[in-house]
């Protein structure tokens, strides 16, 4: 329910209200770049630091930004931040190899940031005291294609809750599991 809430919140503020907008306040047409192949998708298949199966993420383009959907099993209970991460390689047992953040526009981290947010940059899973979680939530402005650029990217579960504001990385913690991007 907060993830829905906090979803409709940063999809509310990040949106132009050009419907309100008097008619002179409109800006000139600029030139449209050409929009991402709708259906495009790609998944990562994780694993935890002892090469354990957790689940999958699969990332679905759509018109202004990627869906995402998890099935996630076997990790700890409590809040656990999940980032897209900028290189596709996912070495254990600290996945330190898949880098920093997916962040292309080079912004600051967090969701809540004023300066932010990485293309990387999701919201927080509550994994449930069974240790498993499924979630689906929308990423505004990413693009399935760029996670796809010469080093590829990751998805890395962190053992602590992203705190949505602290740059680099939301005071996360630990990377607890990771998997490659792939079509």
């Known amino acids: 329910m907060m993830i829905r809430a906090l979803l409709l919140a940063t999809a509310l503020t990040t949106t132009p209200a ?6 002179k ?3 000139p047409k600029a030139e449209t770049k050409p929009a ?4 495009e998708m790609a998944k990562a ?16 383009q759509a018109p202004t930004g990627v869906l995402v959907k998890g099935s996630l099993m076997g990790l700890p209970a409590g809040e656990h931040a999940i980032h897209i991460h900028e290189t596709g390689k996912c070495e254990a047992p600290e996945f330190k190899t898949a880098g920093g953040h997916f962040n292309p526009t080079k912004k600051a981290h967090g969701i809540l940031s004023p300066k932010g947010k990485h293309e990387g940059d999701l919201p927080n899973l509550h994994v449930e005291q ?19 650029d010469k080093d590829g990217s990751a998805v890395v579960v962190h053992a602590k809750q992203d705190d949505y504001h602290s740059d680099p990385a939301g005071d996360a913690g630990g990377r607890i599991a990771c998997g490659v991007v792939e079509k």
């Open 45 to 60: 298949m994780l694993k935890d630091a002892q090469g354990k199966d957790v689940g999958e993420v699969t990332f679905e």
């Open 36 to 39: 991402p192949k709708q259906g």
């Open 130 to 148: 069974d240790g498993n979680v499924k979630f689906d939530f929308f990423a505004t402005g990413s693009k399935v294609k760029a996670m796809f």
């Open 18 to 23: 050009l419907a309100q907008m008097p008619e």
């Open 25 to 27: 306040a409109i800006p």
